[in-house]
């Protein structure tokens, strides 16, 4: 029996397979995301920049120049709205709109409808600045940077920050009356950022949906490619234990078609080997049999012929070898019939317990009663699935172990009923019973623990340990209910 650490579960193929594609369904849905990001969001922030521009343009439109000759911006007065609520000195309103012209204003499109001053959480907020080339501001927040201009277009972006606030600014390059002028208008970034994230935030969820819906669908292919698979396992596993005929090769598929030709060549050599160590226990025993009987008999003649006291106990003594090399040669022959590829499906029956223990009891009775050996039965109606020769071989090997180690005097009782849907089959005696450390040595072949009786030949326990496996019932070695002495238990499966 394997003892020591269980070795580590390989992953099934499904989960290989299914692990294979996650890993490049991941990246490539990362990929797609990246790409969505780059597709939508880049032609967004031109449209923010172009409607940043149209604000410019709008505000250099109103820009005129004086009689004195200096320019001014036809403008309201807003009035002063802080940046900071935490003190910061707010933006000073340029002077008042003295020349009468109508006043501007933007809209939310960013569009000339209002002036508007940057405030804490502002979500379409601007700012501007009317300058002239040497740094002078005819109009707007003096502080405002200029977008660098790259001497080719005159309409500039960059991103900046200004009173602690990120903004994105274009400043356009143009002249009025012949003087050169620089507008610059701010528009904070809040509106940039919520439209990215909630772009984003659909991207993501769609190609979420994509890669669930296409490892569903790959699930799906996985779990129809793998039944033939599927039925081949179920295949195995119906097949009986005792069977090693091969296995069928038409539904099996051509990926796993070389491993079922592997194992059914393993089968077809297991089977060879079984059947010719079968035969040889067979014939070996059938021939030591008939001479063992022919021995025997001459020995029973030449005792009754001698007078010698000395002479007959001899006789005796070799009376007794035979007899235990015949029961050897029984025991060997009963074991080379228990292999479970010694027997088809053909001889299974249904099977009466309490029957077979009253046939295994009349069989036994006198054995009992010549060593004063209270040998009782307590049976519930049970039923197992069976070679009825074989678990009669078996009970009453289980029924000799006990009467070999009962000492006169003492008790057996033989059980059988149904614990928990299972079938069981039970043997206890009153013996000295069997020692937690050598429960599983005894059902080894030729052994015999210290203290045994010669006549045992060491397969009686072997044999109903070969016997209980054909069946796929269990054999247990506990102890006895009351008292000391050996409870052998034999548990059949529940659909036995």
Not at 26 to 47: E, K
Not at 133 to 145: I, N, Q
Not at 276 to 288: E, M, R
Not at 379 to 406: F, K, M, S
Request: negative net charge; glycine residues 8%.
């Amino acid at each position: 029996m394997f003892s020591g650490a269980n070795p580590r579960r390989a992953p099934s193929v499904r989960g290989r397979l299914l692990g294979y594609l996650l890993l490049p369904l991941l990246l490539l849905m990362i990929a797609s995301i990246w790409a969505d990001h780059r597709t939508f969001v880049t032609p967004m922030y031109d449209t923010f920049d172009r409607a940043l521009s149209r604000a410019a343009v709008a505000i250099a439109a109103h820009v005129q120049r004086a009689p004195d000759g200096e320019l001014y911006l036809e403008r309201p007065d807003p009035g002063p709205i802080p940046l900071h609520a935490s003190g910061t000195p707010p933006l000073q309103p340029p002077s008042g709109n003295e020349h009468g012209k109508p006043p501007i204003r933007f809209d939310a499109g960013n569009r000339p409808m209002s002036w508007m001053r940057l405030y804490p959480g502002a979500r379409d907020s601007f700012v501007y600045r009317v300058s002239v080339p040497d740094g002078r501001t005819v109009a707007g927040d003096a502080g405002l940077p200029i977008a660098e201009s790259n001497e080719i277009d005159n309409l500039t972006y960059n991103n900046t920050t200004y009173k602690q606030l990120p903004l994105r600014v274009v400043s356009y390059h143009t002249t009025v009356s012949g003087q050169p002028l620089v507008v610059t208008v701010g528009e904070t970034v809040h509106r940039r950022d919520m439209v990215v994230r909630r772009l984003d935030t659909v991207i993501g969820i769609s190609d979420g949906i994509q890669l669930l819906l296409v490892l569903g669908l790959c699930l799906f292919g996985i779990t129809v490619a793998l039944r033939p698979i599927n039925r081949l396992r179920d295949q195995i596993m119906r097949h009986p234990p005792q069977s090693l005929h091969p296995l069928p090769l038409e539904p099996v598929p051509g990926e796993v078609r070389p491993l079922v030709e592997s194992l059914n060549t393993l089968l077809v050599t297991v089977r060879d080997s079984t059947l010719a160590q079968q035969h040889f226990l067979t014939n070996a025993a059938h021939q030591l049999r008939t001479p063992l009987t022919g021995l025997k008999a001459q020995l029973e003649v030449l005792a009754n012929e001698t007078q010698d006291h000395a002479q007959q106990e001899r006789i005796s003594r070799l009376q007794g070898s035979v007899d235990r090399l015949a029961h050897t040669a029984n025991q060997l022959l009963a074991l080379a019939r228990a292999e479970p590829s010694a027997h088809g499906p053909g001889d299974f029956v249904a099977i009466q317990l309490d029957t077979l223990i009253g046939t295994v009891v009349d069989s036994m009775l006198d054995r009992a009663l010549a060593h004063d050996i209270d040998l009782g039965a307590e049976c519930e109606p049970a039923q197992v699935h069976g070679v009825y020769w074989l678990l009669h071989e078996l009970l009453i090997n289980l029924l000799d172990n006990a009467l070999r180690h009962t000492p006169d005097g003492g008790n057996i009782t033989l059980r059988c009923g149904l614990h928990r849907g299972s079938p069981y089959l039970e043997v206890e005696d009153s013996g000295p019973g069997v020692p937690i450390a050598e429960r599983e040595r005894v059902r080894e072949r030729f052994y015999r623990a210290a203290g045994s009786d010669l006549q045992s030949s060491g397969l009686g326990l072997a044999i109903v340990e070969e016997i209980a496996r054909s069946h796929r019932a269990r054999f247990e070695i506990l102890d006895a209910l009351q008292g000391s002495g050996a409870r052998m238990r034999i548990e059949f499966p529940a659909h036995a």
